[in-house]
């Protein structure tokens, strides 16, 4: 959705890796968004956003309008299941997923790439497009990239530029707790005692948590001990105005 930071550029360096004509979408998908959130302040920085593609060599810069994407009369939606319904993102932004696969599966269409590289701080959406590209038979590989971060843990994101100083600094209690948590899970502390630890510290650090939970890293579903596993660690909280997540491999 633009803004871009070294994360996105990330997947671009990954992208090139992969193949001989690398090509990225910018679009701020207006589906996606609730009523009650940040749409119209969402950061946006094209100009920015073209010199830092050029600077990396990306062939083609993808960055429909509005009317491209939903011309008049659109009356068409993808309504996804599966990890789409895991009770993560979903249960705090019910729309989101369905805004999420529809704008995907029309920019993946469009450009028709052989692979398309998403980053994993968003691992419930990789594991919807994962699920959708092969529901829908498209020739497109989905593949995920590892997580880029602050010196300090903090994963990047574009909106992190609305953390105010205070909220900056108690923003990696996130990636710390994560970690504690991953490691306590591994030394075989039981998997609830260990999550309602964290969520305590992460409210302590300033934050109102949405939900801290250890899912299966491939299916999303609950786990009730490590031999559920792989286990994936994933949080979302809120400090101040600001909605941040992330997770990390157990």
């Not at 939903?70 to 068409?76: E, L, R």
């Not at 939606?77 to 989101?96: K, M, N, S, T, W």
């Not at 792989?230 to 101040?240: D, K």
Request: hydrophobic share 45%; glycine share 6%; net charge positive.
């Amino acid at each position: 959705m633009g803004a871009l930071h070294e994360g996105h550029l990330s997947l671009v360096r990954m992208a090139r890796r992969r193949a001989d004509c690398v090509v990225v979408s910018i679009f701020v998908n207006p589906a996606q968004f609730a009523p009650n959130e940040d749409f119209g302040s969402y950061p946006r920085t094209f100009a920015a956003d073209l010199a830092a593609l050029g600077a990396l060599n990306v062939d083609l810069v993808w960055a429909p309008d509005v009317k491209t994407m939903y011309p008049k009369g659109f009356a068409t939606q993808i309504v996804p299941e599966g990890p789409a319904r895991a009770g993560l993102e979903d249960a705090f932004r019910p729309h989101f997923f369905c805004g999420v696969a529809t704008v995907v599966a029309k920019l993946l269409i469009q450009c028709a790439p052989d692979v398309a590289i998403f980053g994993e701080k968003d691992y419930q959406q990789l594991k919807v497009l994962t699920q959708l590209a092969h529901d829908l038979n498209l020739n497109t590989r989905i593949l995920g990239a590892p997580i880029m971060r602050e010196p300090d843990g903090l994963a990047l994101s574009s909106r992190n530029v609305y953390l105010s100083a205070r909220e900056r600094k108690a923003a990696p209690a996130l990636y710390r707790v994560l970690k504690t948590c991953a490691q306590a899970m591994t030394a075989g502390r039981p998997i609830a005692a260990v999550l309602a630890e964290g969520r305590r510290h992460i409210a302590r650090a300033g934050f109102t948590v949405d939900y801290l939970e250890a899912r299966n890293a491939d299916t999303l579903a609950p786990v009730a001990s490590p031999k559920d596993g792989p286990l994936r660690l994933l949080v979302a909280a809120r400090i101040g105005k600001t909605r941040l997540i992330d997770n990390v491999g157990v």
